[in-house]
């Protein structure tokens, strides 16, 4: 495959009010768009480096604020997943200053299902198009990697349930002597459907949210690659097709000087600039022509991006643009990067390759299939065992054989090892036999055996009672066996999990934390009460509820109506093999078939047939994407939720922390306590009335408030007791 420029896409984040004059987009045909920036007269002054006004940038097409994400997968994303469906790599990235609109291009808007991003709008197109060409077996695996501050996170471990990013299994770069980059501890998780990988997207972007505090603001701070891996091959074939596909959201372009912050917060963002100036040092050395060292090795997210960069893969960029005044130059300097990135050629190759084991699968099944042709060929069917045809057969033989007194007389079964085998069991056996009657001659008291007629039926009547044994003890084995499964999937052992259980991942972080909702107290059950009711994003969380009932009743509805349409289907059908029968039963249909004619009534049966089965695939395929609109919404819903008890486990915590700092409450922490939320209060403190100074301050002083003498649940109630006060008097306020 020839050389391909990194192609490069400008996206302008939709802001409330436009301002005229800032920027200018001018597309000309489809693969050809200026995009103009016109510093405003009062920045220009300050502007660093700057003389001119206007600055002009090409890009393959530049999308204004009302584009939808729709058109941005269609325009951008699909072309590089039929690529990868086709066995090529393929790569998409945001690049843009904080704000500008990465996160909702590659993964989405956190509210609206249809302002769902790249990565969502991928998966289902794969397995659309997976599920479509029965012509190929597939395979499809994500993995969610994070790098902050030069080291690895996998978001997609199931067993961690993270509460920092450094409880996650930490991802570390191998590189082998072919120089290919492997990454150590990065899951690699199986997705058999779009509802599989979806909810892996989640776990990730939860994870993500989870580990996030307000001090590390990981989200602006790192860089998120989210991979599909897609393996291909025909039935039968030993070559495999293996591809990739990164969709990823890199951490915020902003520069150092502009973030100017102190303390942490400085390293964080060095380490940010530092491996963006990285990535900007190899697409220097890329563009240079004639450059053999690329300095790929110098940061995390360049090594693993390295084929992405330069190499085998079909790469495409999206530079974020916030077009707001104050950020006109950190937009410059995306464009900036942009157009250097635009130098930058790659050779997508075709990831084929022979898989040895499946190579292995398919010689056998060759020798196989030789060795079939040759019994045919040779007249004989070779199986492990004689069948008992060919038994009976070679008995006649042997016994024509040894009957025969003429010594010249040859026993002739064939060049068959088995055969061969069996006639010497059975002159040995016939010896044995021979000897044991002499014996019974020479020593009367023996008791007699059996004529030799006899015990070979008694022989046989062994070797029958011999296979009826193992029969049975192998049923008895497998029901033995249904029953430990049974067990072993009995919903009634909860610690054990079925494995087979279709449970999403983010399933099981949810109802972690539903169980922490529940394992709250009633006092901080009331004051999270309380903080849902004035929690910003409760408008859309109730949105959403309301949408997924509405989505629900219609998928209720539409599936009632598809088995009625399915029902009429049926019906029609039957109708018409009865007009058949009875068009048969008069003769008619022959007369009809020799005329060459169609039976009128038969035709108005089928029409209408048609028109239903086309109704039941419309009404089908609108409920199939109803479907996976309402998983997204659950799952949308489901990370608002998370989002609403991370805050309010926030909130919480600083309410304590200050009621305790301030002495408001007589407790103090024991050393083992987290976050200094352990106290202690005596059995005789039961119950205590807030008049008390020491205890409330100011708060509530008449209400005599119950304590439990558990000293978690009493730094819950009196902390709650502040909370409410602190909530009360801030709606005060604001009545007033
Ligand atoms: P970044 O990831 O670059 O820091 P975000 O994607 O988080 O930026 O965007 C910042 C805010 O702007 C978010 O609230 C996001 O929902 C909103 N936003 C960004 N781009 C758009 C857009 N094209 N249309 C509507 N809202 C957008
Ligand atoms: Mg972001």
Known sequence: MEKQSIKIYARVRAAAGRRPGIYAVHNAGASASSLEITVPRDLADGFVNNKRETYRFRFLETFDQDTKQEAIFERIARPVAERVLAGYNGTVFAYGQTGSGKTFTITGGAERYSDRGIIPRTLSYIFQEVQKDVSKVYTVHVSYLEIYNECGYDLLDPRHEASKLEDLPKVTIMEDPDQNIHLKNLSLQPATSEEEALNLLFL????????????????????????????????????????????????????????????????????????????????????????????????????????????????????????????????????????????????AVLNEEVDPQLMIGRLKKEVQALKDEIA??????????????????????????????????????????????????????????????????????????????????????????????????????????????????????????????????????????????????????????????????????????????????????????????????????????????????????????????????????????????????ERFTRLKSLKTEIEHLQLLLEKSKIRLQKEFQEWWTQETCSLQGRGEVNVHSSPSSSGGRTHSVSDEEHWVTTSSEQRVGSVSRDTPIPLTGDSQTDADILAFVRARHNLLSRKGSAHQ
């Open 376 to 617: 045919l060929l040779s007249g004989e069917q070779r199986t492990a065992e004689l069948t008992p045809e060919e038994t009976q057969r070679l008995q006649e033989q042997l016994r024509n054989f040894l009957e025969d007194s003429d010594p010249e007389q040859l026993l002739d079964v064939g060049a068959d090892m088995r055969k061969i085998h069996y006639c010497f069991t059975y002159f040995k056996r016939l010896l044995h036999d021979q000897a044991e009657m002499r014996e019974s001659v020479r020593d009367p008291e023996r008791p007699p055996s059996a004529p030799p007629g006899e015990m070979k039926k008694l022989r046989d009547l062994l070797q029958q009672r011999d296979s009826e044994i193992n029969i049975l003890v192998s049923m008895l084995k497998k029901e033995k066996k249904r029953n430990q499964d049974m067990k072993y999937h009995n919903p009634q052992h909860p610690t054990e999990r079925d494995p087979h259980s279709s449970t999403p991942p983010t399933a099981t972080r949810t109802s972690a934390l539903h169980r922490k909702t529940e394992e709250m107290s009633l006092g901080r059950q009331e004051a999270f009460e309380i903080f849902k009711r004035d929690y910003p994003g409760r408008v859309h969380i109730e949105d959403n509820k309301v949408l997924l009932k509405q989505r629900f009743a219609e998928a209720k509805s539409l599936g009632e109506e598809v088995n009625n349409v399915r029902r009429r289907i049926n019906e029609l059908k039957a109708a018409v093999e009865q007009r058949r029968m009875q068009q048969a039963a008069r003769g008619v249909s022959s007369i009809i078939q020799e005329a060459n004619e169609c039976d009128p009534e038969e035709e108005e049966l089928r029409a209408q047939m048609e028109a239903e089965k086309k109704r039941y695939k």
């Open 204 to 347: 990730g972007d939860t994870n993500r949210m989870i580990a996030e505090t307000p001090m590390n603001q990981a989200s602006t701070r790192s860089h998120c690659i989210f991979t599909i891996h897609i393996s291909s091959k025909e039935p039968g074939s030993a070559t495999v097709r293996r591809s990739k596909l990164h969709l990823v959201d890199l951490a915020g372009s902003e520069r150092v000087a502009k973030t100017g912050v102190g303390g942490q917060l400085l390293t964080e963002a060095k380490y940010i600039n530092l491996s963006l100036h990285y990535l900007e040092q190899v697409i220097i050395a890329l563009a240079e022509k004639n450059r053999s060292h690329i300095p790929y090795r110098n940061s995390m997210m360049t090594s693993v991006l390295r084929d992405s960069l330069g190499g085998n893969c079909m790469t495409t960029m999206i530079a974020t643009l916030s077009m707001e005044k104050r950020n006109i130059d950190e937009s410059i300097s995306t464009c900036r990067f942009a157009q250097r990135v635009a130098l930058i050629k790659n050779e």
